[in-house]
């Protein structure tokens, strides 16, 4: 049986890979992209204590998170289209309407 | 403490060492299509160790989604927003033709790595319960990766070479690990082998919770699915199709309007220019039209008027 911290160690550096590019990417193609990173390392934590504890709901939630995954990337790709037909450009930098 | 055997731990420690490389490559690449395609890489890998850890369900469910579903958005999202934000200038980079050779190599490595899981009996939750093929389905992974291997070594660069070298090394040492700590012999019957049924209880349990104790949540993320879907669409759609109002009285408006009798007057004379210079024939001779000429249903009650 693999060790519970081995599994958490590893989400958690997925997790920091995620954030890394969340932070140091500009275009939203990419912080994308780094969402999903960040999902998947939650989705490795819930299965390696479903696998611990024997319990199932873990697997449970990391099925909703595959779903919501998906509606995630659906409505956030849609938005990022309609921006880049807006601005011609994905760049969140240049998307400045909303700024104070 | 629980501790792992040692075929587990390479297990382990292989597919951790290509989910961090390759999500590490996702957030450095620096091209997006790249970026892309390390997430994949990623993503199969993530599956893996979801099967290593004892769910194939969920396993199987992450490739089928996130690899058939989402990584196919987000190469259209690229495919369609590509061109001058391709590039993105200060970021961190890795070369090209290196993140190519790496994406390969990961990629090759994932696959040995998806196949040994899947055909050892015993110690990892073995797919070969579910899938009756599932030793001709493993063979032909193999030869789909032994000929992306050769192809490879055909095409690449001396680095690439020596890249694939350790890679094939590493695929190798996996293989032995885990045909070392598991029994192998039992490939084609692999019902005789291991904790009985793994599986299969894991599909029992997870149907138990999400049909049962979850079936409310479960119905709820239906609904949010199908409305993301929706607003994807309205979202994503093309900026001349905004739905004004003399769009709709002319193709479907007009119509409805017609076979169900409705009388707009005000919008039907706004929207039908046309159709006075015919309405006083068709008027004259019926007063009561029939519904299917959509032009002689609008202009009746303007020319009553």
């Known amino acids: 049986m693999i060790p519970l911290v081995w599994v958490t160690g ?16 500009k275009s939203a193609l990419r912080v994308l992209i780094a969402v999903e990173l960040i999902l998947n390392a939650a989705g490795i934590n819930f299965v390696a204590f479903a696998h611990y504890h024997q319990n199932g709901d873990g697997l449970v939630f990391t099925l909703f998170n595959i779903a919501l995954a998906a509606a995630e990337a659906a409505v956030g790709l849609g938005i990022l289209i309609h921006s880049y037909r807006h601005v011609r450009s994905v760049d969140v930098t240049k998307s400045t309407a909303l700024r104070w | 403490m629980s501790t792992a055997s040692p075929g587990e731990a390479v297990a382990f420690f292989t597919i951790a060492a290509i989910i961090l490389a390759s999500g590490l490559a996702s957030s450095l690449a620096r091209r997006t ?15 893996a160790l979801y099967i290593l850890l004892g769910s194939p369900i969920v396993g199987v469910l992450q490739i089928l989604v996130y690899v058939g579903g989402i990584l196919t958005l987000f190469v259209f999202a690229v495919m369609f927003v590509a061109g001058d934000e391709t590039e993105t200038d200060d970021s961190p980079t890795v070369a090209g033709r290196g993140v190519r050779t790496t994406f390969a190599l990961s990629l090759a490595a994932n696959l040995v790595l998806l196949w040994t899981i899947i055909l050892a009996p015993g110690a990892i939750g073995s797919l070969g319960k579910l899938l009756p093929g599932g030793t001709l389905v493993a063979f032909l992974l193999v030869a789909i990766v032994l000929g992306g291997l050769a192809y490879a070594l055909y095409r690449m660069s001396w680095t690439g070479k020596l890249a694939l ?13 885990v045909a ?8 084609g019957a692999p019902e005789a082998i291991g904790p009985a049924g793994a599986p299969i209880e894991e599909a029992d349990l997870l149907a138990d919770l999400l049909f049962g104790h979850y079936v409310l949540a479960f119905e709820i993320l239906g609904v949010l699915l199908t409305a993301a ?13 905004e739905p004004d109002e003399s769009h709709y009285h002319k193709t479907g408006g007009a119509t409805l309007a017609a076979t169900m009798h409705v009388s707009d007057p005000i919008a039907q004379a706004s ?35």
Do not use: K, Y
């Open chain 2, 180 to 187: 070392a700590t598991t029994p192998w012999m039992g490939m």
């Open chain 2, 165 to 177: 070298s350790v890679s094939l090394s590493l695929g190798a040492l996996l293989i032995g690990a």
């Open chain 2, 229 to 241: 879907m929706i607003g994807a669409l309205v979202i994503a759609r093309p900026l001349g199709q």
């Open chain 2, 271 to 305: 929207t039908l220019p046309p159709a006075p210079a015919a309405s006083p024939a068709t008027a004259s001779t019926s007063p009561s039209p029939p519904p299917t000429p959509a032009t002689a249903g609008l202009s009746r009650p303007e020319a009553d008027a």
């Open chain 1, 10 to 25: 590893l989400s958690m550096l997925l997790f920091a890979c995620g954030v890394f590019g969340l932070l140091m990417q």
């Open chain 2, 33 to 47: 299509f790249h970026s892309v395609m390390f997430l994949g890489v990623t993503l199969v890998a993530v599956a």
